[in-house]
């Protein structure tokens, strides 16, 4: 079945850029649409943004500024940048596939990866 | 941007016990596009409900969801002791918005 793996470093500088990658096996990227989401150590969930396979892109418009999410249909793997990042940034940051049932309507969240802690400190 | 506001906060029940949780928008959510998610501490979250009332795969009858417009609520029957988790609401009609969760706990 399909699976999402996040990787990236655990640690970033204040004002510095988070780097996530999220590697999708079991399955093909292509067709689909694929979102990062994050949750701060004890608190809710917010969505970043999503891509679909084609390099389309839709974002938060709170961090939209700051967000850069890209495809490699290729390594099977979609990835994520934060720029300028801040302890507010602070969060597990989950991969998530982006389902939809029709091209036409909007998707959900159907498949997660496990999600990985990035903390943002000097 | 669509507000999610979940209640109650915390939900203290027992095993066997009906659970009611609910999910207000602060405007209509277009064509009930609306998830239900479980998260278990050190989880990610989990697929329950889409469209409002359609259950995702593999996911237990004692678990529907309904409401339309800016009403939404999650029911469990039956809790079991494994259903003792948060669960968080998500409109994906107009970007894509969560709430801010309900626990439910064992009381």
């Known amino acids: 079945q399909v699976q999402l793996q996040e990787s990236g470093p655990g640690l970033v500088k204040p004002s510095e850029t988070l780097s996530l990658t999220c590697t999708v096996s079991g399955g093909s990227i292509s067709s689909y649409y694929w979102s990062w989401i994050r949750q701060p150590p004890g608190k809710g969930l917010e969505w970043i943004g999503y891509?679909?396979?084609?390099?389309?892109?839709n974002y938060n418009p709170s961090l939209k500024s700051r967000v850069t999410i890209s495809v490699d249909t290729s390594k099977n793997q979609f990835s994520l940048k934060l720029s300028s990042v801040t302890a507010a940034d602070t969060a597990v940051y989950y991969c998530a596939r982006d389902y939809r049932r029709t091209t036409v309507t909007p998707g959900y969240f159907d498949l997660w990866g496990r999600g990985t802690l990035v903390t943002v400190s000097s | 941007e669509i507000v999610l506001t979940q209640s109650p906060g915390t939900l203290s029940l027992s095993p066997g016990e009906r659970a009611t949780l609910s999910c207000r928008a602060s405007q209509s959510v277009s064509s009930s596009y609306l998830a239900w998610y479980q998260q278990k501490p050190g989880q990610a979250p989990r697929l329950l409900i889409y469209g409002a009332s359609s259950r995702a795969t593999g996911i237990p009858d004692r678990f529907s969801g309904s409401g339309s417009g800016t009403d939404f609520t999650l029911t469990i029957s039956r809790l079991e002791p494994e259903d003792f988790a948060v669960y968080y609401c998500q409109q994906y009609g107009s970007s894509r918005t969560f709430g801010g969760g309900t626990k439910v706990e064992i009381k």
């Open positions: 891509i679909y396979y084609s390099g389309s892109t």
